[in-house]
């Protein structure tokens, strides 16, 4: 939906983010596959053939914590205060696309809100994020989440009456 506005290095990152959530059970199942198709379709780039990054990092979540978080910073880095919002709205759809929520997703959900909160804190005087804004001033991301949510619903929706056509 929003993915076509990062510029190609994030375009890259956020690639990165969606495998390392498809594989964070180990597995690509085939509703993952299609999601991750939808991105590159959306993004303009090929889908990958190997998940050797992604699969690493995974392993390291689970062998060397430390490590872990530094690729994850590392890929965070890519993105613009702008994008970790588009990021962090359009990863829901591959995170609930396997109906769980690994532990590996919980982590790279909570450290983007952390990054989102950190960038917006130096907009907060101004109105850049009042979209995202309650009426005492916090921003909202639980609405970003449940829009994603809502998405995905009228996605799977949208297959099911296209079957019955």
């Known amino acids: 939906m929003f993915l076509n506005q990062l510029k190609d290095d994030s375009k890259k990152a956020f690639l990165d983010l969606a495998l390392i959530c498809a594989k964070a059970d180990e597995n690509l199942d085939n509703k993952e596959a299609e999601i991750l198709e939808i991105y590159c379709n959306e993004m303009g780039?090929?889908?990958?053939?190997?998940?050797?990054?992604?699969?690493?990092?995974?392993?390291?979540?689970?062998?060397?914590i430390e490590k872990y978080k530094q690729e994850l910073t590392d890929i965070f880095n890519n993105f613009t205060p702008k994008e970790l919002i588009i990021v962090y709205f359009e990863l829901f759809a591959m995170i609930y696309a396997d109906n769980s929520f690994d532990e590996i997703e919980k982590d790279?959900?909570?450290?983007?809100e952390k990054k989102i909160l950190e960038s917006a804190a130096s907009y907060i005087s101004s109105n850049t994020l009042n979209l995202f804004r309650g009426a005492g001033g916090e921003v909202l991301l639980p609405v970003l989440e449940n829009s994603a949510r809502a998405l995905?619903?009228?996605?799977?929706?949208?297959?099911?009456?296209?079957?019955?056509?």
């Not at 780039?45 to 060397?64: E, G």
């Not at 790279?108 to 983007?112: G, R």
């Not at 995905?152 to 056509?165: F, P």
């Open 108 to 112: 790279i959900i909570l450290k983007l």
């Open 45 to 64: 780039i090929a889908k990958p053939t190997k998940t050797y990054k992604a699969d690493y990092i995974v392993d390291l979540y689970k062998n060397d």
């Open 152 to 165: 995905v619903s009228q996605m799977n929706m949208l297959k099911l009456i296209k079957k019955d056509i």
